[in-house]
T-cell receptor, first 108, second 114 residues
């Protein structure tokens, strides 16, 4: 399983775009990159998954460079309710192994 | 129904007690999971069930005993726990073919061992 490295914490303000980068230097050819969000006292929630280039859904975008050794989760125009822990996971099976995650604090 | 329901939401038990945590889903998912999460730490995988059979045990102590009676239910039986086992226990389910997406987590059971 590929190890991931993320910033421990980030601060932002309401209305700003937030980019959280994840490093996964030893990603395997058949690995996918998946991001989950977790609020306090709740289970994680799936945000987005990608394999290469760019993926966008109604919540976020995921940018993956050609070498796939890193990825960036982009949250457009964050609000206070986006304050949460964001986890980057890399793998190709249903066995989710969580790294330390990034705690995003959105301020008014 | 797109939820994973866990009961109870809170549980306090003594070190000599036997208790069970329950998890239920009706999404037709054939993979179910137990995770343990300590405060300010990421969830740690404990067990994986695939098609009602235990496929992964992440070296969990035997005082934790999982059970999958059918495709919709997952239990975690607890016996002779230690105070350090106090944590949030999360259940999740996913399609059997998942590559990390499609997981649905419950809100967890907050367990306190006294």
């Amino acid at each position: 399983l590929a190890k991931t490295t993320q910033p421990i914490s980030m601060d932002s303000y309401e209305g700003q775009e937030v980019n959280i980068t994840c490093s996964h230097n030893n990603i395997a050819t058949n690995d996918y990159i998946t991001w989950y969000q977790q609020f306090p006292s709740q289970g994680p929630r799936f945000i987005i998954q990608g394999y290469k280039t760019k993926v966008t859904n109604e919540v976020a975008s995921l940018f993956i460079p050609a070498d796939r050794k890193s990825s960036t989760l982009s949250l457009p125009r964050v609000s206070l309710s986006d304050t949460a822990v964001y986890y980057c996971l890399v793998g190709n099976t249903g066995k989710l192994i969580f790294g330390q995650g990034t705690t995003l604090q959105v301020k008014p | 129904d797109t939820e994973v329901t866990q009961t109870p939401k809170h549980l306090v038990m003594g070190m000599t007690n036997k208790k069970s945590l329950k998890c239920e889903q009706h999404m037709g998912h054939r993979a179910m999971y137990w995770y343990k999460q300590k405060a300010k730490k990421p969830p740690e995988l404990m067990f994986v069930y695939s098609y009602e059979k235990l496929s992964i045990n992440e070296s969990v102590p035997s005082r934790f005993s999982p059970e999958c009676p059918n495709s919709s239910l997952l239990n975690l039986h607890l016996h002779a726990l230690q105070p350090e086992d106090s944590a949030l226990y999360l259940c999740a389910s996913s399609p059997a073919w998942s590559r990390g997406d499609g997981y649905t987590f419950g809100s967890g059971t907050r367990l306190t061992v006294v």
